[in-house]
């Protein structure tokens, strides 16, 4: 066999990868049959993937080798199983090794949906993304002070909050330093500003990521199609909005307090020790709300999203 060269998955669509070489180089791939011939429960590939392929005569390539994921964005898609077994639950990877992600809200219209944010930083928190980025857009139309405020919270979890507007660029060379190099997930609800802001770092930037998610939308329910769109700074960001729809994969309901990182310090000091922290006596994380350490309205997502899993539960 010839030798295996590393690459980039950069795009997928119709079964077939587009795998870049460091160099630069593209080659359209088919995933190795050998591959495809263990049972899987993921995508055997998805963009952002890491793999080795082998170069052909005729100059596509084949993808050998998918290297280990550092981070997994992903959901869960039912599928029917074959010969009518009935439905399966399995992971749709929407993009491996993302670095980041920036989980953009507008200051105000729309007023930003803290529910949603912290239903993102969840599962943020459960894709192993290293760097996760609250991106507050449109300040121009709002007080600062008050935005400051609602965002507190989560600059005292860690997070950091990035106030922007794209009509008059406050923030964006900082948007840009940010995506520089790295792989991104660029994400939010429809019109709080993503397209206008990937336009403000490079023009043309936001039509292009937009065409992707676009061209996906009208696709079929099975077909994949997604890409990692190239900075020319270097890096790259990926719009998905299959993650308005995200639900938390493969959470058990008892892990869910784990990925609010401003509960979970609480937990291993509840009286039980399968404390759901929503009655029982001696609950860490209520006293701590009550403390005021925990902020209300994020333990109030908590229970909302603990109460969504646990129906989902039900059902299996
Ligand atoms: P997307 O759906 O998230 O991609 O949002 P768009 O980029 O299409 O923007 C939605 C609307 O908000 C458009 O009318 C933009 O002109 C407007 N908009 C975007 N960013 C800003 C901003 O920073 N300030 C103000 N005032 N309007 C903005
Ligand atoms: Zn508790």
Redesign the pocket.
């Known amino acids: 066999m010839s030798q295996l060269l590393d690459g980039l998955v950069v795009k997928e669509q119709s079964g077939f990868f587009w795998v870049r070489l460091e160099e630069g180089k593209v080659y359209t791939c088919r995933l190795r049959g050998r591959l495809m011939e263990e049972a899987q429960s993921s995508d055997i590939a998805a963009i952002g993937d890491r793999v080795k392929i082998s170069v052909m005569d005729d100059g596509t390539g084949s993808i050998e080798e998918v290297m280990p994921r550092v981070s997994v964005l992903s959901r869960s898609a039912r599928t029917e199983g074959s010969r009518g077994a009935g439905q399966a639950e399995r992971e749709h990877v929407i993009i491996a090794n993302a670095e980041q992600s920036f989980f953009v809200f507008a200051a105000a219209q729309p007023a930003p949906s803290l529910k949603m944010l912290d239903r993102f930083l969840a599962i943020g928190e459960k894709s192993e993304i290293e760097k996760l980025v609250i991106v507050v857009?449109?300040i121009?139309?709002a007080d600062r002070e008050k935005t400051g405020e609602a965002f507190a919270p989560y600059v005292k979890m860690g997070y950091q909050v990035l106030y922007?507007?794209?009509?008059y660029g406050d923030g964006v060379d900082q948007l840009r330093e940010l995506l520089k190099d790295k792989i991104s997930v660029f994400t939010?609800p429809?019109?709080?500003?993503?397209?206008?802001?990937l336009n403000a770092v490079q023009p043309g930037l936001?039509r292009a990521v937009?065409e992707v998610s676009q061209r996906r939308e009208e696709g079929l329910h099975t077909t994949r199609d997604s890409e990692l769109i190239r900075l020319d700074a270097g890096g790259y960001v990926a719009d998905t909005p299959g993650l308005r729809q995200l639900t938390l994969w493969d959470v058990e309901p008892e892990e869910l307090d784990g990925y609010f990182i401003d509960i979970a310090p609480y937990v291993s000091d509840c009286r039980f020790n399968d404390c759901t922290h929503l009655n029982e006596p001696g609950c860490a994380v209520r006293q701590a709300v009550d403390r005021g350490e925990v902020s209300r309205a994020r333990y109030q997502s908590y229970l909302q999203l603990r109460e969504e899993l646990e129906e989902a539960y039900v059902l299996y």
């Open positions: 857009n449109k121009d139309l922007t507007s794209a009509l939010g429809s019109g709080v500003g993503k397209t206008s802001l936001g937009k």
